[in-house]
């Protein structure tokens, strides 16, 4: 599976140093707006301390972790939905994401402009989403009448017509649809082909100085601000550095601005958990390696993203869990301790799953 996460944000957040930080790509980062013009896409390992567990219990050669796929878009400002700055061709690219992780300023630099002159989270978070709605709105305009057209006929298409008059009512009050959806006041299945960008889950990033990051009091201000989206903190600078020094250089570091790992290895995990995924793990000689799954997969679909012949010829699953694999040290005295399971085709698969598959074609 390969779902991304559009990394936006107004000029001068911090973005492309944050890309650069989690790519180790030399993607341009330059201090005036617009610098980034193409969006840029790279593919980050989601830190998994069992997968190393696992590779000593299998004696395995390589491990394969599972990667979040980020996508640096250029920056948005106000106007960006009626063509201002990169406007239409920026809007286009986040429309592609499956997810939006935006970047928010929560740093003070006088060497780094802002693009409204001030730092100001609220007000910044305020004009993309504003940006997005607008956005959002227009193309309900421009898809209701054809909707309630072809409903006279087609009944799926009139329950579309009625959920995006729900949801043109929601973007008119001024409110994103992810959070009206996670509030359960809108399904949003039925336009899901409408591509609303206001719809696709958010996580938002704060780029921090160590007055912030070390503030706790700040920083449950500003995860208020966004709730029930995600919030991680960090320093997109500090990041990057860190990437240049020993583990005790960097723990040292991360201890001086209240961290006990690094922000990126916290964003990409929540950026898997916001794509709505998880992984499965799969042991051997050869190598340990991590699956991904959504979130809720069942056992055949989990062996059919190894191969399409392993979901049609699926038969059952063989299936310990990871804590009783390292407390046991090995499937055999899992099996003996009865912690090893035979799953059937109904099973969900939870994370962390060691599996082997039956299957015959």
Request: negative net charge.
């Amino acid at each position: 599976m390969t779902l991304t996460l559009g990394i936006v944000g107004l000029p001068n957040v911090g973005k492309s140093t944050l890309f650069n930080a989690l790519t180790r790509n030399d993607v341009l980062a330059a201090n005036y707006p617009f610098a980034t013009i193409e969006p840029n896409e790279g593919m980050v390992e989601l830190p998994d301390p069992r997968m190393k567990r696992l590779a000593e219990i299998y004696g395995s050669e390589r491990i394969l972790p599972a990667t979040v796929t980020f996508v640096d878009i250029a920056g948005i400002v106000k106007g960006a939905s009626e063509g201002e700055g990169m406007g239409n061709a920026f809007l286009a690219n986040i429309r592609e994401a499956d997810a939006i992780c935006e970047v928010v300023r929560a740093f003070s630099d006088e060497n780094v402009i802002h693009v409204d002159g001030r730092v100001d989270p609220a007000s910044d978070i305020a004009v993309i989403e504003t940006e997005l709605i607008l956005a959002d709105l227009q193309t309900i305009e421009k898809a209701l009448p054809r909707l309630q057209k072809e409903g006279r006929k087609d009944k799926e298409k009139a329950e579309e017509a009625v959920v995006a008059e729900a949801a043109q009512k929601i973007l008119e009050d001024g409110r994103t649809l992810s959070a009206a959806a996670k509030g359960g006041e809108i399904d949003l299945a039925p336009i899901h082909d409408l591509h609303l960008m206001s719809a696709k889950p958010f996580l938002y990033v704060f780029n921090s100085d160590e007055g912030v990051l070390t503030d706790d009091a700040k920083k449950q201000e500003l995860r208020d601000l966004v709730a029930p989206a995600e919030a991680v903190f960090l320093d997109a600078a500090t990041e990057a550095e860190l990437l240049e020094l020993d583990d005790d250089e960097a723990a040292e570091l991360l201890a001086s601005v209240g961290q006990d790992e690094p922000g990126l290895a916290t964003l990409a995990k929540a950026g898997f958990g916001t794509l709505g995924l998880q992984t499965y793990l799969t042991a051997g000689p050869k190598e340990t390696r991590a699956w991904t799954i959504p979130q809720g997969a069942t056992a055949p679909q989990a062996a059919g993203v190894i191969h399409t012949d392993f979901e049609r010829g699926f038969i059952k699953a063989e299936i310990v869990g990871f804590d009783d694999l390292d407390e046991y040290g090995s499937v055999a005295e899992a099996r003996n301790h009865g912690k090893v399971r035979q799953e059937g085709k109904d099973y969900v698969m939870k994370d962390g799953d060691v599996v082997e598959f039956r299957f015959n074609v």
